[in-house]
C-alpha cells in the first residue's frame, strides 16, 4: 500500500503529534511551562516598574520645591541677608499678578505642577489692646504675602489651584493656612515666639506711609503656627492681596517660585539654545528639560528674569539618573537570569527525548521534520507560558507600585510583546543545541538502547 | 570483611560520580541554571547593599543641608559666632565626612573701577571658598571637591551672576569693597549663576571680609553637609545641638525632608525588586532542575532492582544536588563578582565593593535551591522497577 501522504492528513497527523506530546506527559510540560511563566513574570514585573518608576520618582522629587524662580529683570539688587531684605521700602521692581495665569498656556503647561507668587515686606506690628484701646508691644517683622490652595482661573475655562502649600511641601501648619481675601495670618515658629502670639490671637501690622499722618494698622488674625526650618519661620505669611493691601503695592509680586516636572538634563540638554541647529533647537524646545520649560516661561512673561535653581534641578537630576539607571540594571539582571534559566529548562525538555526523536527518524522523518515538530512545541509552550506569566508579572507589578508608591504602574502592550518575543527566542534558542545534536542521532543506537 | 563501609562510601561516590558525568549535555544545562541563579543572587545582593550607601551620598548634591546659626537673633541684629566653633563640629562620620563652611553676611558697598560703577550688595565671607568658573556652570559646586584657596596669597572673589551684570564685571578685574573706612579690594575669579541667593552675592575669603566688617574672628552662620541615612543624619543634629548649647542647630526642612521621602520610596523599590527577582529566579531554577530529575526514573528503576534501598537512593541524589548545587553556586558567585563590578561602574561610576559575606550566602542559597528542586525525586520512592523496565510510563 504506497499511498502518498496527502497534505491534509500530514497537517493532522503534526497536530495529533504535537498534541499527544502534551497530553501524554503533562507533568513535564507543565514544569517547563511553569519555568518559563516565572521567569517572564519576572521579566514583566521588573520591566514594568522600571518603566514606571521615573515618572513616579519625578513627581515626588517635587517634594523638594520650586525648581524656578521667576525675578524681575529691572529689579535692583536684593539684599537679603537671613530672609530680610534690607532694601529700602521702594527699591526695586514688581511683576503683574494678572500675568499669572499665562504660566499654564505654555507649551510644557502639564509639567508645571505647581507655582506660588511672594511679595515680602518688612512691617512694624504691635498688639491691640481692648482694655486700654491702645496698641501694644511695637516690633518689626517681615511680611510674606503668598498664595495657599488659590485658585487660578485658566484661559480655558477651568481652574488650578496652587500656591505655596503644593510648591513647599515641607511647609507644615499647627492649626490652620489663612483664607484668601479674609484677614488672617500664619506666623513662623520664630516670629510667634518672639511677638508671644498664638493662633486665634490679633496681631496688627503696618508698613509706613510717610505721607499720612496717622498709622493705620491692619490687624490680621493668626490661624496657625508655620515650621518651615527656613528663614519664614521668623516671619507672618498672608495671602497675596492683604499683603499688597498693606504694602499699598496693588496686583504686584516680587519673586515667582516655579515646581516643574522635567528630564534631567544631558549632554544634549546642557548646551546653549543659540548655538545649535533649527532642527536641534526644536528638539530641546520639545524635551522637558527644565531650560527649556525656563525659555518659554520666559516667553509669556516678558520682562523677567527666569533662573534655575541649580540646587535643586541638578541633584534632582543626578539622583534620578542614577536610580534609573540602577533599576535598568537589576531589570538586565533579573532578564539574564530569567533568560538563562528558562533556556536550560528547554533544553533539558528537548534532551530527554532523545528515544523519541529516534523512533521517529527511525519511522522515516526527515530531520527538518523533527526540527520543525519541536520547534512547533517549544513555541506553543513560550507563548502560554509567557502569556500567564505576563499576567503573574502585572499582578506582581501593581502591587510593588501600590506598596511603594500607592499607585499601580499601567499595564502596556509594549511589555507584553517583549515579554512574548523573550519568551519565544529564549526557549527556541535553548532548545536550539540540543535540536542540532538531536538532527545527527543515529535512529539505531538510541533505538537499542545506547 | 575489613572495611564494607569504607566500600560502600567509595561505591557512593562513584555512583555519583558517574550521575555527574554520564550526560555531560544536562550537566551543562544544570550548570548553567544554577550558576546564573547565584551569578544574580550575589550581585543585587551586592548592589543592595551598596546602592543604599551610594544614595545617601548622591544626596550630596544638594549641598548643604544642616545650618549652625547664632541663637535669639532678633531681626535687625543677626549675631555672629565665634569661629572656632567650626572646630567642635565632629567631622567624621560613620557614613562619611562632613564638609563644614563657615560663612560670614553683610551688607558693603561694591564698586567697579574698571566700569566705574557702584551698587551695595551682600558680601559673603566663606571659609574655603569654593570657586566655581563661570564656563563651569551649570554644574553645581561640588561640595566634596572644594578647591580652596590659600590664604593671602591673591586675593580672588567668586561674583553672582546679578551683581556682575549690574556692575558690568569682567572676569579677572578689580572690585574693590568698602564699609566706612575700612576697604578690601580682590580679584574677580569666576562668576555664579545657581538660581539661590548666590547669585546677588560677592563671596571672598572669610579672612578678607572679617577685616572688613571689623568682625575679627566672628562667622554668622556654618553650612554642614551631612551625610548618611536621614535617621543618621537626625541623630547627628541631636548630638551637636547638644555639644553646642550657645548656637541653633537646625536642618534645612526642604532637603531633609525631601531625602527622608525620597530615600524611604528608592529603598523601597530595591528592596522589592531585588526580592521579588531573588525569589522568582529562585523558582526558576528549581523548575528547570526538578525537570531534568523527573528522567530519572531509568535509573532509580535499576538501582532498585539491584537492590538499592529507597532511602540510599535518594541519598544518592540528594548528593549529586548539593555537589551540583556547590559547583553551580560557586561559579555563578564568581561571575556576581564580576556581574556586580560592571554594574557597581555602570550606575555610580564607582565599582561596587564586594561584600565577601554575600558569596557564601549566594552559594549556601544555590545549594539549598537545588536540594529542594531534587524534592520531587521522593515521588521516585515509589517507583517499582519492573514497570520502569516494561516500558510503562
Known sequence: ?450 | MGAPGAQNRQMFWRIVRRLLTANRGRLFVILLALGAGAAVTSALLNLQVDAKRRITTEFRAFGPNVLVLPKNTSLSDSGTLPETIAHSVPANLPSGRVVVTSHLYFVAAVSAPESGKSIAAVVAGTNPVIFVKASLLPAPPRADTPTALPPSTRRECVVGAKVARLLNAQQDAQLALTIGDRRETCQIAGFLQIGGPEDDRVQIGLRAAQRLADLPGRISSLELIVPGKPSEIQTYITELQHELPDADVRPIRQFTDAQTKIYGRISGILNFTIGTVLVLTALCVMAAMTNVAMERRNDVGLMKAIGGATRRVLRLFLAEAALLGLAGGVMGAAAGIFLSVWLGKQVFGVAAQPRLIVYPVAVALTMIVAILSAYPLRRLAGVRPASVFRGEA
Not at chain 1, 499527544?20 to 506527559?25: E, I, L, V
Not at chain 1, 503647561?109 to 486700654?132: G, S
Not at chain 1, 515658629?189 to 496681631?203: F, H, T
Open chain 1, 1 to 450: 500500500m504506497n499511498r502518498a501522504p496527502t497534505s491534509a492528513t500530514t497537517e493532522l497527523m503534526f497536530l495529533r503529534l504535537v498534541a499527544d506530546s502534551f497530553t501524554r506527559r503533562p507533568r513535564r510540560k507543565v514544569l517547563t511551562a511553569a519555568a518559563l511563566s516565572l521567569g517572564m513574570a519576572v521579566v514583566t514585573a521588573a520591566l514594568s516598574v522600571s518603566l514606571d518608576v521615573g515618572d513616579r520618582l519625578a513627581s515626588e522629587f517635587r517634594s523638594l520645591g520650586a525648581n524656578l524662580i521667576v525675578t524681575p529683570q529691572a529689579d535692583s539688587l536684593p539684599l537679603e541677608i537671613g530672609g530680610v531684605d534690607y532694601r529700602p521700602v521702594n527699591a526695586g521692581a514688581y511683576l503683574p499678578e494678572a500675568d499669572l495665569p499665562k504660566i499654564k498656556t505654555v507649551f510644557w503647561h502639564n509639567n508645571i505642577v505647581a507655582f506660588a507668587p511672594v511679595l515680602q515686606t518688612t512691617v512694624k506690628t504691635a498688639r491691640w489692646n481692648r482694655e486700654t484701646q491702645e496698641l501694644e508691644n511695637p516690633a518689626e517683622a517681615v511680611l510674606i504675602g503668598t498664595w495657599v490652595g488659590h485658585g487660578v482661573k485658566l484661559s480655558d475655562g477651568g481652574v488650578f489651584t496652587t500656591g505655596i502649600d503644593r510648591t513647599n511641601s515641607w511647609w507644615t501648619v499647627d492649626g490652620h493656612w489663612f483664607v484668601d481675601g479674609r484677614r488672617e495670618c500664619v506666623v513662623g515658629v520664630k516670629a510667634a515666639a518672639r511677638l508671644n502670639l498664638r493662633p486665634g490671637d490679633e496681631v496688627s501690622v503696618n508698613v509706613e506711609d510717610p505721607s499720612k499722618m496717622v498709622q493705620l494698622f491692619t490687624p490680621l488674625t493668626v490661624t496657625g503656627i508655620l515650621s518651615t526650618g527656613g528663614d519664614e519661620d521668623n516671619a507672618i505669611v498672608t495671602s497675596l492681596d492683604q499683603t499688597q493691601k498693606i504694602s499699598r503695592l496693588s496686583g504686584v509680586y516680587r519673586t515667582l517660585y516655579i515646581s516643574a516636572l522635567t528630564k534631567p538634563e544631558d549632554e544634549f540638554g546642557r548646551r546653549d539654545p543659540a548655538t545649535m541647529k533649527p532642527a536641534e533647537v526644536e528638539r530641546w524646545m520639545c524635551t522637558p528639560y527644565i531650560s527649556s520649560i525656563a525659555a518659554s516661561i520666559k516667553e509669556v512673561l516678558p520682562g523677567t528674569d527666569v533662573r534655575v535653581i541649580r540646587r535643586v534641578a541638578e541633584g534632582e537630576g543626578t539622583i534620578l539618573t542614577r536610580v534609573r539607571a540602577l533599576l535598568w540594571m537589576v531589570t538586565l539582571a533579573a532578564l539574564l537570569a530569567a533568560a538563562l534559566a528558562v533556556g536550560a529548562s528547554s533544553a533539558a525538555s528537548v534532551i530527554e527525548r532523545r528515544t523519541e526523536i529516534g523512533l521517529m527518524k527511525a519511522l522515516g522523518a526527515g530531520s527538518g521534520t523533527v526540527g520543525f515538530l519541536l520547534a512547533a512545541e517549544q513555541l506553543l509552550l513560550a507563548f502560554v507560558g509567557g502569556g500567564i506569566g505576563y499576567s503573574l508579572g502585572i499582578v506582581l507589578a501593581r502591587l510593588v507600585g501600590q506598596r511603594i508608591f500607592g499607585i499601580a504602574p499601567a499595564p502596556s502592550m509594549l511589555v507584553l510583546v517583549a515579554v512574548l518575543v523573550l519568551a519565544a527566542g529564549v526557549t527556541l534558542l535553548g532548545s536550539a543545541i540540543p535540536m542540532r545534536r538531536a538532527s545527527r542521532y543515529e535512529p539505531a543506537p538510541i533505538l537499542r538502547g545506547e
